[in-house]
């Protein structure tokens, strides 16, 4: 059972937007602590995708975007293309483990 | 160009021992604190443990308190995980990330491509 919690799976077909929801608690994301997103495919090296809740690193599609509120944060991606059929993982610190914290991974499938 | 090269792993029997390295270049190793996250089969991403750039303060997940112990080598810049009573649960990938930052740091910019540890008889 992951400290944050994300959807399993999400799909949409192409050119659609879809959103990948985190839902945290008071010792994490509503303590105030940065959200990050990464994009993974098993047997490679994950990918930072979304950083401090909505930054970009350079070389990141703009088509990738991120969100946070409350105790809450949202990755969204839009013009959805076949490359980003992929794991998503949002992460985390909470103060109460001491330590940094991931989603349980979102799978998204791109019809 | 940022690089995280991870060796080490392999298949070990319960209760063994192993000791993984990542070694880095492309960047200023005792300027940013480094990390273990794994992957276990059908499993979702899981941190397991991270140093601070100087590597004077150690941090652990609650799985790997009192087993796993996490170091660094700065002047050849080197990460290190030696993991000890190893069991079943600790079958993973386990990555290297870098931290964006020495101490306080937030997040994990830059990846290796993991080593699979397999614990069995």
């Known amino acids: 059972q992951s400290v944050l919690t994300q959807p399993p799976s999400v799909s949409g077909a192409p050119g659609q937007r879809v959103t990948i929801s985190c839902a945290g608690n008071?010792?994490?994301?509503?303590?105030?602590?940065?959200v990050n997103w990464y994009q993974h495919l098993p047997g490679t090296a994950p990918k930072l995708l979304i950083y401090?809740?909505?930054n970009r690193p350079s070389g990141v599609s703009d088509r990738f975007s991120g969100s946070k509120s409350g105790t809450s944060a949202s990755l969204a991606i839009s013009g959805l293309q076949a490359e980003d059929e992929s794991d998503y993982y949002c992460?985390?610190?909470?103060?109460?483990?001491?330590?940094?914290?991931f989603g349980g991974g979102t799978k998204l499938t791109v019809l | 160009e940022v690089q995280l090269v991870e060796s080490g792993g392999g298949l070990v029997q319960p209760g063994g021992s192993l000791r993984l390295s990542c070694v880095t270049s492309?960047?200023?190793?005792?300027?940013?604190?480094m990390s273990w996250v794994r992957q276990a089969p059908g499993k979702g991403l899981q941190w397991v443990s991270s140093?601070?750039?100087?590597?004077?303060?150690?941090w652990y997940a609650d799985s790997a308190k009192g087993r796993f112990t996490i170091s660094r080598d700065n002047a050849k810049n080197t990460l290190y995980l030696q993991i000890n009573s190893l069991g079943a649960e600790d079958t993973a990938v386990y990555y290297c990330?870098?931290?964006?930052?020495?101490?306080?740091?937030?997040?994990?910019?830059?990846w290796g491509q993991g080593t699979l540890v397999t614990v069995s008889s």
């Open positions: 008071s010792s994490n994301i509503g303590a105030g602590y940065d």
């Open positions: 140093v601070s750039g100087s590597g004077g303060t150690t």
């Open positions: 992460q985390s610190h909470d103060k109460s483990l001491r330590g940094w914290v």
């Open positions: 990330a870098k931290g964006n930052r020495g101490y306080n740091w937030s997040y994990f910019d830059s």
């Open positions: 401090g809740n909505d």
């Open positions: 492309g960047f200023s190793f005792i300027g940013y604190a």
